[in-house]
């Protein structure tokens, strides 16, 4: 099937944006502010404007115009910043950022702590703007807007930056985040493309990180001859370093007001005619089109459109409706898994051991669901982890009551895979899935203690509870095993007796699971692993240790698990 | 080629220039609020009746509230300009809606009109300028009341509705019934798509004292063309970013910061090119680009296209004259072909948003080929449920409380069943949502006889598997508003209440088990005995009316094992109403299986 055509909206996107006074009113605000001799090589000033219009709010970060001269060049290193760490998902990665911007922002810390906290209470647009470095401050600073920012904010940020240089080395492409990010960029301009890799000095210090700087959210490439946005950080990077390598390298100053009025004039008139090159493909008919208008020769400065498309067409594939019809996929595996364990129930030896102990045909057909579930669930923890801790965590609050029930139903199904050749030693350190883990550990984070009152409407219906521990038949197993090696004759006295420590903290374990009601019944199935478990246990604590008791002996000897649940 | 206008929009072409003659005459006739006019066909000696609206170039009759002036239609007048998902009322103009309100009194008494009603004759409604918007609600008005089909033609007229406003008129099959002429660069047809201002007001003036006859070459007023040719250019760019697919998410962010013109074109648009020949276009978002693109400023200069802009406002009778007399008119629909774009003046960029909106109907054509094929097995999976509710009498247990039982087998693989459709029937309201199938999708019979089926016999299943995981405990009840019962099936009986013109929430059968359910929680709560007295009178009157008069609800509610007559033979005999009836209903039915 030959594949439905595709389309570039960068110019489209750019002529709303040029056309609405969004970028107008944001530009219009920006002063210039006179040098603090003291102060940095330049310096930046947030000064905030509470009501120009109802229900909008600007922030400007005013800059010295030496901003944009004399201190860039040096102040160009990358250093790393425990202040911007919530960009990073998770603890272990680090972020740098440049060694100017973060200066800035530093100095005015205190101020912006204050300034945040007070934006966070208002309703309505709130436009954060700068120029040059101001710019980088904006964005700095709207980034640690969005960290302490919650869903239920009633206030819409957008940070609008003028000819700023690039920031950090972090990406946040995959984030929501970028979208708050619109930097406008003329070809004329040589401060943005500044620190590309090949525009950059050595690093000034030993401490400098030898990472680079990725652009992230959109920018509005213009040139005198019209404009273009692209949110692609490598084609981004691509068109700053032909930019930058053509403009004079003489520092000069880019009015974007005038520019602007250029640009407006320019969207309502029928543009460029370029005849005879239309290939008829209209994604590449487009981005020839917009390229150029930009300054860009996508055959001279080797730009490979086929991949963009590519790209694009990979990005066309996850609708909404597709989104629906995988969800109800999920949920449809889900209920066909759930009913396999209630088959394995009445077989009176419940589903772990159901499917540890397996004919060919049934098993097959659970490891085509198991399949299906891990793929989807995998790709869900793989999206929220490659999100800003903040955004991650609300997106992953949606469905950790699904994720959960998903790892309690289909991790104890692949621990019985790991255990049933006989081979498989300790799992969870040795085998577990990385994706269990951060499930298992965020659902940790977001479970609030129980009370009295919910322990005892889980005693009721304990019968229809899946084992909180998705890992509770590992222990099962490593408890068997351990079984096994005291009564084996060519263990050690050291094994044995690690053994033995083994069973007696497993032991506690157990007990202290049910007693929490955290456990199904269906562990006390007659034909269980559990069962068997217990079985073996006994025969040895009468043949060798006659004296020992433990709670959960007393438990299990008394025979009260027949009233539980 | 070859084909005349009147061929492509399904009208003679002999009524075309008088209807647009009487419709200038009544624009400037403000005493009186129409004209009527007989036109004879040569041919078949047949004639058709022209009422032509009356216009003003008062400011405050084209922008009511800034900055758009619109208004959620009357849908008492207008029930079907809505949407049947979750897209809302179709938006107007509310200065128009109010004059077209001043006009319908006076209008549906008009003696004309009757005599044609009653000798079925073909009736115009036609309208100049502002005269264009009343002619456009009068006509939609008797759509609705279904008392005539009326044809509308108008000429230079502004827009009156948004995308809501368009969507249901092609929902509905209407769509073709109008028609609008457009010049080249006629200011009027754009303002609508810039916010008022001051350069709107100039460009009224003119006109009024222009056609006021008082002032025969007022000064024209300058500066405006930019002011309102950019904010159009906005919203045709933001419509092409949808329409190319834009994949940067930043467009919602940067959309919420700018606030756009909602009206949007509807109808068959003619565009006059200036030459003598006619573009005749019906994709509403071909449309839209090309009213935007071919007033752009190409080689000669802003002040000559500015005065052209509103020259041509008053240019439409010689150009009719010219080229309705020749056949030089040609149809977009199938695709823009270059070389007759050529009169238009396109950039390669507008043939790039031409090719989009062209894209766009593909793919909503090729989405409903996809739905076509889900459609057999939506057919395949309500089989086996028929099958499964049928075997689920003979327990007299019903397949409502069998599935909520869950203990077989053929519970589980209804429940399979069950999910499957969901999937089907999720992924078609998503593409609804999105605009992505055709605008008479649901206005399709077969489509709303399958899912009234769907509806009526897997509902209650998720109602009984949300009442089984007590899922009320956190949702709330399954029906609230906005609350937890699946939009499907909202919409899929919002379709049958719109076909069957039922208000809103009257076609709720399918509910009757979570009635029920309901009611045993809230009793057993002990809420206001009162209310919950009434709701089992509403309950009970509901269900007879449902069993008796429109089948719509299967007796197998009636066995003896479900939870129904369970729950109904414990209520005190003071609750009920209709007692008697229920008891028969239920002895015959056990004596019937």
Same mark, same amino acid.
Request: with cysteine.
């Given at each position: 099937m030959s594949q439905a055509p595709l389309f570039s909206s960068a110019g489209e996107l750019a002529n709303l944006v040029v056309n609405s006074n969004l970028i107008d009113v944001a530009w219009a605000n920006i002063p210039e502010i006179q040098i603090d001799p003291a102060a940095f090589p330049c310096s930046v000033e947030p000064m905030v404007d509470y009501s120009p219009t109802p229900n909008r709010t600007i922030v400007v970060f005013a800059s010295s115009p030496n901003c944009t001269q004399y201190p860039l060049r040096e102040g160009g290193d990358l250093v790393q910043s425990s202040l911007f760490q919530f960009l990073c998902p998770n603890e272990c990665s680090s972020v740098s950022i440049n060694k100017a911007a973060l200066y800035l922002f530093t100095s005015l810390e205190s101020q912006l702590h204050g300034l945040k906290t $007070?934006?966070?209470? *208002?309703e309505g647009q709130l436009i954060i703007t700068g120029h040059s470095l101001g710019g980088s401050v904006a964005a700095l600073f709207t980034l640690y807007l969005l960290d302490s920012m919650d869903k239920k904010s009633k206030c819409r940020p957008i940070c609008i930056t003028f000819g700023s240089p690039l920031i950090g080395d972090f990406g946040l492409q995959h984030s929501q985040w970028n979208s708050f990010f619109l930097h406008v960029v003329s070809n004329k301009d040589p401060v943005p493309g500044l620190f590309l890799p090949s525009r950059r000095s050595p690093p000034t210090s030993s401490h400098s990180q030898t990472s680079v700087y990725k652009p992230f959210g959109t920018y509005l490439l213009c040139s005198e001859h019209g404009c273009a946005c692209f949110d692609d950080p490598d084609l981004i990077l691509k068109i700053l370093t032909v930019a930058s390598s053509e403009v004079s390298g003489e520092l000069q100053v880019v009015d974007y007001g005038e520019l602007l009025r250029k640009l407006k004039n320019k969207a309502i008139w029928k543009g460029p005619q370029l005849a005879g090159e239309r290939s008829g493909n209209p994604f590449s008919d487009g981005i020839v089109m917009e390229l150029k208008t930009i300054g860009i020769d996508t055959a001279k400065h080797n730009i490979d459109i086929s991949e963009m498309e590519k790209e694009a067409r990979s990005l066309t594939k996850n609708t909404k409706a597709s989104e629906a019809k995988k969800l109800n996929n999920i949920k449809k595996a889900m209920a066909q898994l759930e009913w396999y364990k209630k088959k394995a129930e009445d077989e009176k030896k419940g589903y772990y051991d159901c499917f540890r102990n397996e004919e060919k045909t049934r098993h097959v057909k659970v490891q085509g669901l198991m399949a299906e579930l891990t793929t989807y669930w995998e790709d869900m923890v793989a999206e929220a982890e490659r999100k800003p801790q $903040?955004? +991650? $965590?609300?997106?992953? %609050? +949606?469905?950790?009551?699904? +994720? %959960?029930?998903? *790892? *309690?139903?289909?991790?104890?199904l692949d621990i019985a895979d790991f255990y049933k050749g006989g081979d498989g030693r300790d799992y969870i350190n040795s085998k577990r899935s990385q994706h269990y883990k951060l499930l298992e550990q965020w659902y940790k984070e977001a479970a609030k203690p129980p009370t009295r009152e919910d322990l005892d409407s889980k005693k009721k219906k304990v019968s229809v509870l899946l084992t909180e521990d998705s890992c509770f038949w590992a222990h099962v197993e490593e408890a068997i095993l351990s079984c096994q090696s005291l009564t084996n004759a060519n263990s050690t006295t050291e094994q044995r007796e690690s053994s033995w420590g083994n069973l007696v903290m497993f032991g506690e374990y157990v007990m202290e699971q049910i007693e929490n009601c955290a456990v199904s019944p269906e562990i006390f199935l007659s034909g269980s692993s559990f069962m068997t478990w217990w079985g073996e246990y006994k025969a040895y604590i009468h043949n060798f240790r006659n004296f020992y008791s433990s709670r959960l002996v007393e438990y299990m000897k008394r025979g009260s698990y027949n009233q539980y649940g | 080629m070859g084909e005349t206008v009147g061929n492509l929009i399904g009208l003679n072409d002999e009524v075309i220039h008088p209807a647009a003659t009487l419709a200038v005459e009544a624009h400037n006739s403000p005493s009186k609020q129409f004209l009527v006019k007989k036109i004879k066909i040569r041919h078949d000696l047949s004639s058709v009746v022209v009422l032509a609206f009356s216009g003003s170039m008062?400011?405050?009759?084209?922008? #009511?509230?800034?900055?758009f002036g619109e208004t959620e239609i009357d849908t008492g007048k207008f029930p079907s300009l809505t949407s049947l998902n979750d897209g809302g009322d179709a938006v107007v103009n509310g200065s128009f809606l109010r004059r077209f309100n001043d006009v319908l009194d006076k209008l549906s008494h008009a003696k004309e009109l009757k005599a044609a009603i009653e000798k079925k004759k073909q009736v115009v409604f036609a309208g100049y300028s502002s005269g264009g918007p009343i002619a456009i609600l009068a006509t939609l008005y008797f759509l609705e009341n279904q008392t005539l089909s009326p044809r509308c033609l108008t000429f230079g007229s502004p827009l009156v509705g948004d995308r809501i406003f368009g969507h249901a008129l092609r929902r509905e #099959?209407?769509? !073709?019934?109008?028609?609008?002429?457009?010049?080249?660069?006629?200011?009027?047809?754009?303002?609508?798509?810039?916010?008022?201002s001051t350069e709107h007001k100039q460009i009224l003036n003119y006109f009024k004292s222009k056609f006021d006859k008082k002032n025969i070459n007022p000064a024209p007023p300058s500066g405006f063309y930019h002011t309102v040719m950019g904010n159009a250019s906005s919203v045709a760019s933001y419509e092409a970013c949808h329409l190319m697919g834009c994949r940067n998410p930043s467009l919602d962010i940067i959309k919420s910061f700018i606030k756009l013109s909602p009206y949007r074109p509807s109808g068959t648009y003619v565009f006059c090119t200036g030459n003598g020949n006619l573009v005749v276009v019906k994709n509403p978002n071909a449309v839209l680009q090309i009213l935007i693109h071919c007033a752009e400023l190409g080689e000669s200069n802003t002040a000559e296209v500015e005065k052209r802009s509103l020259d041509e406002h008053s240019a439409y009778l010689s150009e009719l004259k010219e080229c309705l007399g020749m056949q030089a008119v040609v149809s977009l629909d199938g695709g823009p072909a270059t070389a007759t774009l050529n009169d238009l003046g396109l950039s390669p960029q507008a043939m790039l948003c031409l090719q989009a909106a062209e894209e766009f109907e593909n793919r909503r054509s090729r989405n409903l080929e996809k739905i076509r094929k889900y459609l057999e097995k939506i057919e395949v999976e309500l089989q086996m449920l028929r099958k499964y509710k049928e075997n689920a009498q003979i327990s007299r247990l019903g397949y409502y409380d069998s599935f909520k039982?869950? /203990?077989? !087998?053929?519970?589980?693989?209804? /429940?399979v069943s069950r999910l499957e459709l969901a999937g089907i029937w999720d992924e078609i309201k998503e593409m609804l949502k999105e605009f992505e199938l055709p605008d008479d999708f649901e206005n399709k019979p077969e489509i709303i006889d399958l899912g009234t089926e769907y509806r009526r016999l897997v509902e209650p299943l998720d109602i009984a598997n949300f009442y089984r995981h007590s899922k009320d405990k956190e949702t709330g009840a399954y029906v609230i508003g906005g609350g937890p019962r699946p939009k499907r099936y909202r919409f899929i009986q919002r379709w049958l209440e719109h076909r069957e013109k039922k208000p809103f929430g009257s076609r709720s059968e399918s509910l009757f088990w979570a009635g029920v359910e309901q009611l045993g929680i809230d009793i057993k709560k002990k809420k206001n005995l009162q209310e919950i007295k009434d709701r089992i009178r509403q309950l009970e009157r509901n269900m007879i009316a449902w069993i008796d008069v429109d089948k719509s609800l299967d007796k197998d509610v009636l066995l003896e094992k479900t939870t129904f007559v369970k729950w109904w033979r414990d209520l005190p005999r003071e609750c009920n109403s209709e007692s008697e009836r229920i008891e028969k209903l239920i002895g015959e039915k056990a004596a019937g299986v």
């Amino acid at each position: 099937m030959s594949q439905a055509p595709l389309f570039s909206s960068a110019g489209e996107l750019a002529n709303l944006v040029v056309n609405s006074n969004l970028i107008d009113v944001a530009w219009a605000n920006i002063p210039e502010i006179q040098i603090d001799p003291a102060a940095f090589p330049c310096s930046v000033e947030p000064m905030v404007d509470y009501s120009p219009t109802p229900n909008r709010t600007i922030v400007v970060f005013a800059s010295s115009p030496n901003c944009t001269q004399y201190p860039l060049r040096e102040g160009g290193d990358l250093v790393q910043s425990s202040l911007f760490q919530f960009l990073c998902p998770n603890e272990c990665s680090s972020v740098s950022i440049n060694k100017a911007a973060l200066y800035l922002f530093t100095s005015l810390e205190s101020q912006l702590h204050g300034l945040k906290t $007070k934006l966070s209470e *208002r309703e309505g647009q709130l436009i954060i703007t700068g120029h040059s470095l101001g710019g980088s401050v904006a964005a700095l600073f709207t980034l640690y807007l969005l960290d302490s920012m919650d869903k239920k904010s009633k206030c819409r940020p957008i940070c609008i930056t003028f000819g700023s240089p690039l920031i950090g080395d972090f990406g946040l492409q995959h984030s929501q985040w970028n979208s708050f990010f619109l930097h406008v960029v003329s070809n004329k301009d040589p401060v943005p493309g500044l620190f590309l890799p090949s525009r950059r000095s050595p690093p000034t210090s030993s401490h400098s990180q030898t990472s680079v700087y990725k652009p992230f959210g959109t920018y509005l490439l213009c040139s005198e001859h019209g404009c273009a946005c692209f949110d692609d950080p490598d084609l981004i990077l691509k068109i700053l370093t032909v930019a930058s390598s053509e403009v004079s390298g003489e520092l000069q100053v880019v009015d974007y007001g005038e520019l602007l009025r250029k640009l407006k004039n320019k969207a309502i008139w029928k543009g460029p005619q370029l005849a005879g090159e239309r290939s008829g493909n209209p994604f590449s008919d487009g981005i020839v089109m917009e390229l150029k208008t930009i300054g860009i020769d996508t055959a001279k400065h080797n730009i490979d459109i086929s991949e963009m498309e590519k790209e694009a067409r990979s990005l066309t594939k996850n609708t909404k409706a597709s989104e629906a019809k995988k969800l109800n996929n999920i949920k449809k595996a889900m209920a066909q898994l759930e009913w396999y364990k209630k088959k394995a129930e009445d077989e009176k030896k419940g589903y772990y051991d159901c499917f540890r102990n397996e004919e060919k045909t049934r098993h097959v057909k659970v490891q085509g669901l198991m399949a299906e579930l891990t793929t989807y669930w995998e790709d869900m923890v793989a999206e929220a982890e490659r999100k800003p801790q $903040k955004e +991650g $965590k609300s997106f992953r %609050t +949606g469905w950790l009551f699904a +994720g %959960t029930t998903y *790892r *309690r139903m289909v991790e104890p199904l692949d621990i019985a895979d790991f255990y049933k050749g006989g081979d498989g030693r300790d799992y969870i350190n040795s085998k577990r899935s990385q994706h269990y883990k951060l499930l298992e550990q965020w659902y940790k984070e977001a479970a609030k203690p129980p009370t009295r009152e919910d322990l005892d409407s889980k005693k009721k219906k304990v019968s229809v509870l899946l084992t909180e521990d998705s890992c509770f038949w590992a222990h099962v197993e490593e408890a068997i095993l351990s079984c096994q090696s005291l009564t084996n004759a060519n263990s050690t006295t050291e094994q044995r007796e690690s053994s033995w420590g083994n069973l007696v903290m497993f032991g506690e374990y157990v007990m202290e699971q049910i007693e929490n009601c955290a456990v199904s019944p269906e562990i006390f199935l007659s034909g269980s692993s559990f069962m068997t478990w217990w079985g073996e246990y006994k025969a040895y604590i009468h043949n060798f240790r006659n004296f020992y008791s433990s709670r959960l002996v007393e438990y299990m000897k008394r025979g009260s698990y027949n009233q539980y649940g | 080629m070859g084909e005349t206008v009147g061929n492509l929009i399904g009208l003679n072409d002999e009524v075309i220039h008088p209807a647009a003659t009487l419709a200038v005459e009544a624009h400037n006739s403000p005493s009186k609020q129409f004209l009527v006019k007989k036109i004879k066909i040569r041919h078949d000696l047949s004639s058709v009746v022209v009422l032509a609206f009356s216009g003003s170039m008062l400011p405050e009759d084209w922008f #009511g509230q800034p900055p758009f002036g619109e208004t959620e239609i009357d849908t008492g007048k207008f029930p079907s300009l809505t949407s049947l998902n979750d897209g809302g009322d179709a938006v107007v103009n509310g200065s128009f809606l109010r004059r077209f309100n001043d006009v319908l009194d006076k209008l549906s008494h008009a003696k004309e009109l009757k005599a044609a009603i009653e000798k079925k004759k073909q009736v115009v409604f036609a309208g100049y300028s502002s005269g264009g918007p009343i002619a456009i609600l009068a006509t939609l008005y008797f759509l609705e009341n279904q008392t005539l089909s009326p044809r509308c033609l108008t000429f230079g007229s502004p827009l009156v509705g948004d995308r809501i406003f368009g969507h249901a008129l092609r929902r509905e #099959g209407w769509s !073709d019934y109008f028609t609008h002429f457009v010049m080249k660069y006629d200011i009027i047809p754009r303002i609508m798509l810039s916010p008022s201002s001051t350069e709107h007001k100039q460009i009224l003036n003119y006109f009024k004292s222009k056609f006021d006859k008082k002032n025969i070459n007022p000064a024209p007023p300058s500066g405006f063309y930019h002011t309102v040719m950019g904010n159009a250019s906005s919203v045709a760019s933001y419509e092409a970013c949808h329409l190319m697919g834009c994949r940067n998410p930043s467009l919602d962010i940067i959309k919420s910061f700018i606030k756009l013109s909602p009206y949007r074109p509807s109808g068959t648009y003619v565009f006059c090119t200036g030459n003598g020949n006619l573009v005749v276009v019906k994709n509403p978002n071909a449309v839209l680009q090309i009213l935007i693109h071919c007033a752009e400023l190409g080689e000669s200069n802003t002040a000559e296209v500015e005065k052209r802009s509103l020259d041509e406002h008053s240019a439409y009778l010689s150009e009719l004259k010219e080229c309705l007399g020749m056949q030089a008119v040609v149809s977009l629909d199938g695709g823009p072909a270059t070389a007759t774009l050529n009169d238009l003046g396109l950039s390669p960029q507008a043939m790039l948003c031409l090719q989009a909106a062209e894209e766009f109907e593909n793919r909503r054509s090729r989405n409903l080929e996809k739905i076509r094929k889900y459609l057999e097995k939506i057919e395949v999976e309500l089989q086996m449920l028929r099958k499964y509710k049928e075997n689920a009498q003979i327990s007299r247990l019903g397949y409502y409380d069998s599935f909520k039982l869950q /203990n077989e !087998d053929d519970d589980f693989h209804a /429940n399979v069943s069950r999910l499957e459709l969901a999937g089907i029937w999720d992924e078609i309201k998503e593409m609804l949502k999105e605009f992505e199938l055709p605008d008479d999708f649901e206005n399709k019979p077969e489509i709303i006889d399958l899912g009234t089926e769907y509806r009526r016999l897997v509902e209650p299943l998720d109602i009984a598997n949300f009442y089984r995981h007590s899922k009320d405990k956190e949702t709330g009840a399954y029906v609230i508003g906005g609350g937890p019962r699946p939009k499907r099936y909202r919409f899929i009986q919002r379709w049958l209440e719109h076909r069957e013109k039922k208000p809103f929430g009257s076609r709720s059968e399918s509910l009757f088990w979570a009635g029920v359910e309901q009611l045993g929680i809230d009793i057993k709560k002990k809420k206001n005995l009162q209310e919950i007295k009434d709701r089992i009178r509403q309950l009970e009157r509901n269900m007879i009316a449902w069993i008796d008069v429109d089948k719509s609800l299967d007796k197998d509610v009636l066995l003896e094992k479900t939870t129904f007559v369970k729950w109904w033979r414990d209520l005190p005999r003071e609750c009920n109403s209709e007692s008697e009836r229920i008891e028969k209903l239920i002895g015959e039915k056990a004596a019937g299986v």
